[in-house]
Antibody
Framework: QVQLQESGPGLVKPSETLSLTCTVS????????WSWIRQPPGKGLEWIGYIYYSGSTNYNPSLKSRVTISVDTSKNQFSLKLSSVTAADTAIYYCAREGITMVQGVISDWFDPWGQGTLVTVSS | QSALTQPASVSGSPGQSITISCTGS?????????VSWYQEHPGKAPKLMIY???KRPSGVSNRFSGSKSGNTASLTISGLQAEDEADYYC???????????FGGGTKLTVL
């Protein structure tokens, strides 16, 4: 079955750029939406943004000015860059496949599967 | 502050049933959008338990069920088991700009 694995530095300095990659195995990255979601320690989940395999993106309005998500279909990977980070960006970052359907005008959206998550700490 | 409101905690004894509510607005849960639910055990990634409001992915126990009334979606767990103790999050589509919103999470304790 499809599995996702996040990779990247676990420590980033304030004002620098956080960079993470998600590798998809057990299936193709094509024809799906792929998202990044984060969870600050002890807090709830926050959607960061998604990319469609073709390259189209959509970002959380609250993070839009700092987020870039890209895809490399040849490597079955997609990546997250978050610029100008502060301590508030310290979180577990998850990648996930996103399912979206619209049937008779009713829209459903879900995330499955998820990667195991990677903790990124912003600190000098 | 999360866009969807969930109770911070619920509890129940083994064998009992519990319901976790997820209250939104006419911009998300109350619109033509169906909620998904996730279970998160400590140190583990969230796991999809309900999608399209009431459907269960393969492998998820039929003790888990989802429903919606107005601006509130609900997750019901029947026949509580110790392994159900976890955090639960709801999530709803919220339009093309916001895209999706999550609830703040509910900690389920099995007494």
């Amino acid at each position: 079955q499809v599995q996702l694995q996040e990779s990247g530095p676990g420590l980033v300095k304030p004002s620098e750029t956080l960079s993470l990659t998600c590798t998809v195995s057990g299936g193709s990255i094509s024809y799906f939406y792929w998202s990044w979601i984060r969870q600050p320690p002890g807090k709830g989940l926050e959607w960061i943004g998604y990319i469609y395999y073709s390259g189209s993106t959509n970002y959380n309005p609250s993070l839009k000015s700092r987020v870039t998500i890209s895809v490399d279909t040849s490597k079955n990977q997609f990546s997250l860059k978050l610029s100008s980070v502060t301590a508030a960006d310290t979180a577990i970052y998850y990648c996930a496949r996103e399912g979206i359907t619209m049937v008779q005008g009713v829209i459903s959206d879900w995330f499955d599967p998820w990667g195991q998550g990677t903790l990124v700490t912003v600190s000098s | 502050q999360s866009a969807l409101t969930q109770p911070a905690s619920v509890s129940g004894s083994p064998g009992q049933s519990i319901t976790i509510s997820c209250t939104g607005s006419s911009s998300d849960v109350g619109s033509n959008f169906l909620v998904s639910w996730y279970q998160e055990h400590p140190g583990k990634a969230p796991k999809l338990m309900i999608y399209e409001g009431s459907k269960r992915p393969s492998g998820v126990s039929n003790r888990f069920s989802g429903s919606k009334s107005g601006n509130t979606a609900s997750l019901t767990i029947s026949g509580l088991q110790a392994e159900d103790e976890a955090d639960y999050y709801c999530c709803s589509y919220a339009g093309s700009s916001t895209h999706v919103v999550f609830g703040g999470g509910t900690k389920l304790t099995v007494l």
